[in-house]
């Protein structure tokens, strides 16, 4: 007998602080549907990464993503037991999440962790209902779980000699559960039979290979996967022909719909069809999923979210998808004072494009608004992004494959490559022919910087119409097979631009084309020589992010007088001990806020915040302990102004109310928040609007100092006590501000309320 080892190893419950709704806000797209299901009044759709609902009767829309606690792999089945009031939701790992009525939600590992099953095939594929049990159709077979108790029971591996096979969906027919499978045809056992985990115990009435199986109006239906709709209630009768591959067939509300790519019919429960629908009037879309509530037809498409119509008048229709961007797997990002832009890839770890066609999206106070694929000028694999600091209205994004992509008031306009320009193809040995651009930086003149991948001039610049072109032949060994990083250009002009396998590469045409290249060599000490990332922080240091750890390089401006650069770890105390901070971690981006702390992302391990000098880790955010929809951190953006950090994962995106916001200029607008501090609260005092290196003191009424401190950046926070020691008692606290020279001063109030 087969059993799920891993019934009582691990339950993992927990419901989300209110605060994490109040501390961070997700950003994830709902564009290609997964899955739909539904209750009398509400359906519910599921895309990679999150879910939406909406009511039929208030017209609600409300989200779930990770800020409430949803956490999936990549969604791939979602079910809504009325009976239970709980919405199951399969992944392609095998996790299964119960989203219970008070929104407290359940992960249950068994299928993740049972041991005896390849990874490969614990895909969750279609979630049944029957008499209290979910049937689980699994690409290994069926596991059981108990939707009252919470708890696996058997698993049927039903392939022939206990085969695990790859069950499509499952159904419940005359006392028999039914399975429809890729490769062995349509089986059934007899329910009642309590030894259905013996292989012996299953039957293949058709063979074949079948796509979907349900049961409707006192019948057995069943798809195969040539697209033909069959009646086996009684041997093989056809009813009709998708003209393709049916990706979903369902029982829902007195209705069967049965649904293809491109068209979706729909039988009454006198198997009349009453509704052929070959795609939607007016729009390009693509089917993956349909269901009814309340005679409505809700349709989930492959890019365009959910869209409602009504069954006797399809002419209708209306988008109710929530606003997003267009993916949740978000490759780069970058944050202007008023809009946040985002491209979808990109390139995999060994700087392979994936050839994709997608288009960008950009956060504006007003929501997201999304440039499709169709416009932006058949640009593929676009890795990178950079806003013109002199006109905002003009942007620049890099192709991975095509060139560089010029944007003007969110229209794409033109796109540059080897001929209009001098950005040179790079001939693969695959035999396909690459323009590879890549780390895009605007210097203080206006030029804009980038990479040109694979060729022996990779550093371009295109300033005022014109290109400049710089050799790396004297820099780096076999330029041609070398890819680049982002980069950032120092106070003097300095390009420090990262590079795989080759380490860091400081370079600057102004000081007769001088390159210095750190390495992973006695001298240079990086931990490797994929160099992955950089950032330059107030006091001047380069932060350098690489595939095996971290160092950092003091004093860059050394590079305009010294040959060799030396850089060093990071040595903090941990347990008595001395470690090097992110000792072999992954970097994937470093980015300084306000209060010059670094915001470090990984690409397994999260993402951490350590304060200026990097002795001390402030957070350390993961999937398990924070909203983060994913460890694998691909970019971080940082608003200056609020201090909101956004996080870009391959699994959606979220933003972290940060409170570091860069320096004033002067003292005017300095404020303080929450003022009074009320009952309850818990949090710390934000003082903003500082300007850099202001000495802030905290006295109470008599003038016994509390707290001081100085500020990096624009915000300072007070955890209201004394240095540290106890709580300080209700009352009015005077709070004095100066200037480093004493030029400028200021005072404040905060009230305390015990």
Known sequence: MKRFFGIYIFLFAYTLFAQNGQQWVGHFSYNNIQDITQSNGRVYAAS??????????????????????????????????????????????????????????????????????????????????????????????????????????????????????????????????YAATATNGVRRGELSDPNLNDYNQWEELYIG????????????????????????????????????????????????????PNRIIVYDEDLLQILQLNGLPGQNVIFTCATIVSEQLFVGTRNDGVIQTF????SISENITPNGPLLSSVFSIEKTANALWAVFGGYNYQ???????????????????????????????????????????????????????????????????????????QQQLSGFANLRVNSLYFDDTGGLWMTNDLTEKPLKVFRNGNWTSYSFVDAVS?????????MVIDRNGTKWIPSVNRGLIGFNESLNNKFIVISDDDIGNLPNEYAKCVAIDNSNRLWIGTSGGLRVLPGIDRFLTDDVLSTNAVIIEEDGLAQELLYEQNISDIEVDGSNNKWIGTASSGAFLVSPDGQRTIFHFTKLNSPLPSNTINDIAIDSKTGDVYFATDKGMVAYKGTATEAAGDLSNVYVYPNPVRPGFEGEVKISGLIDNANIKITDIEGNLVYETTSEGGTILWDTTAFGRYKVASGVYMIFIASDDGAETKVKKVMIIR
Not at 229 to 241: A, D, H, M, V, W
Not at 311 to 314: D, I, K, S, V
């Open 209 to 260: 290979s079948w796509s979907g199986i349900t049961t409707f109006s006192d019948n057995l239906f069943g798809v195969d996967n040539g697209g033909t709709l069959f009646r086996l209630t009684s041997g093989l009768q056809p009813i009709t022909t998708m003209g393709s591959a049916a990706v979903d067939v369902r029982s829902a509300n007195g209705y069967m719909v049965v649904t293809s």
């Open 311 to 314: 069954l006797n008048n399809t």
């Open 478 to 486: 076999a330029p041609k097979s070398v890819t680049y990083q982002k």
């Open 351 to 425: 700087f392979v494009p994936d050839y994709a066609d997608r288009g960008i999206s950009k956060l504006t106070p007003e929501g997201w608004v999304n440039i499709p694929t169709e416009d932006v000028l058949g640009a593929k694999s676009l890795s990178d992004i950079a806003v013109n600091p002199n006109n905002t209205t003009e942007v620049y994004v890099s192709s991975y494959h095509n060139g560089l992509l010029r944007i003007e008031d969110d229209v794409p306009v033109q796109l540059y490559d080897e001929s209009n320009s001098a950005l040179e193809n």
């Open 48 to 177: 990679e990464s999150a879910m939406f609902s909406k009511s039929l009767i208030t017209n609600e829309l409300k989200t779930i993503t990770s800020v409430d606690g949803l956490k999936p792999e990549t969604i791939t089945a979602i079910h809504y037991s009325a009976e239970y009031n709980r919405i199951l939701v399969g992944s392609d790992n095998g996790l299964l999440i119960v989203v219970n009525g008070d929104n407290t939600f359940l992960n249950k590992i068994d299928i993740v962790e049972e041991a005896t099953v390849q990874t490969s095939k614990k895909r969750i594929n279609h979630i049944a209902e029957h008499e209290g049990k979910a049937y689980i159709s699994c690409d290994f077979g069926i596991a059981v779980f108990d939707i009252a108790s919470l708890e696996f029971g058997d698993t049927y591996y039903l392939g022939p000699n206990g085969a695990e096979i790859p069950v499509i969906q499952s159904t419940v027919f005359n006392g028999y559960i």
